[in-house]
């Protein structure tokens, strides 16, 4: 349960940082995000990303923590790649199930 929670703020983490580059907030949405966004959208992704890297830690200590949670962002780059890749749409329902799928393991 614990890995999952870390693969999906990891997901959200590099999902919020993708959403302030220009390539691909066009890909997933119609409108580009505004200016005024991009600095807390991107703070929030690593906001996320630390907070996952913390969750690891926490759960397996240091030496183990660390490298789960780098293997568990690369499986979520990987995974949202892909989506970028053949099904950019599909990332923002992703994004908004994360939540839920973390409140459903509770």
């Known amino acids: 349960m614990m890995f999952i929670t ?5 997901y959200a ?3 919020l940082m993708a959403m302030t580059m220009d390539r691909h907030e066009t890909q997933v949405t119609k409108q580009p995000l505004a200016a005024r ?3 807390p959208v991107r703070l929030a992704g690593y906001f996320l990303l630390i907070v996952s890297a913390a969750i690891g830690v ?14 568990t962002a690369a ?3 990987t995974i949202l790649v892909a989506l970028l890749t053949y099904r950019p749409r599909w990332v923002l329902y ?3 199930a994360t939540p839920f799928t973390l409140l ?3």
């Open 13 to 15: 983490g590099f999902v």
């Open 6 to 10: 870390l693969l999906m703020t990891a």
């Open 75 to 77: 499986i979520s780059g």
């Open 104 to 106: 459903a393991l509770l």
């Open 94 to 96: 992703a994004l908004v």
């Open 58 to 71: 926490e759960g397996w200590g240091w030496e183990n923590g660390l490298i789960l949670w780098f293997g």
């Open 37 to 39: 966004w991009r600095l």
